[in-house]
């Protein structure tokens, strides 16, 4: 899993088909892992010191625990936030069924065909769409979609 991270810039500049067996190859290894989205920001935040999304500071120190996640306190400006914070995954109540709508989103399919396989409704699975977008145009500025773009 620690590999996945260090693959972020070749992924970047992977061709188009490649990108679709990688994004293949490591869904099945988090379903295989019995991973979640929330597993893999986790071991992004254990691989780097945790910083601050609030003022970008590392004087950062552990501030107990709320409802089973890690809640961290900036030193500097006092700002409380957890490991999701300012990730596509904050806030979200069902986040273990992420994986199974990346899956149908990579597949091609429309919002109603992935909120029907997933269990959400369409509004939600809107919501999500979006939320996924707005993460990979935040990868790298240059990402530039065309098309029909649901």
């Keep these: 899993m620690e590999k996945l991270l260090e693959n972020s810039k070749e992924y970047l500049a992977m061709p188009k088909d490649h990108k679709r067996d990688y994004l293949d190859q490591l869904y ?8 979640t989205v929330v597993d893999y920001q986790k071991l992004k935040i254990k691989s780097t010191a945790a910083i601050c999304p609030n003022c970008r500071s590392e004087n950062v120190i552990k501030a107990g625990k709320r409802k089973g996640r890690q809640i961290y306190r900036c030193k500097n400006c006092r700002y409380q936030f957890s490991e999701t914070a300012r990730t596509f995954v ?5 986040y273990p069924l992420m994986l199974d709508y990346l899956r149908c989103m990579l597949e091609g399919k429309s919002l109603r065909a992935c909120a029907d396989e997933v269990g959400i409704c369409l509004k939600t699975s809107f919501r999500w769409r979006h ?13 530039s979609f065309s098309g ?3």
Excluded at 28 to 35: E, G, K, R, S, Y
Excluded at 132 to 140: K, Y
């Design 28 to 35: 099945q290894f988090l379903v295989d892992d019995h991973a």
């Design 90 to 94: 904050y806030r979200m109540r069902k």
């Design 131 to 143: 939320r996924i977008l707005a993460a990979l145009r935040s990868l790298e500025g240059n990402i």
């Design 148 to 150: 029909i773009v649901e």
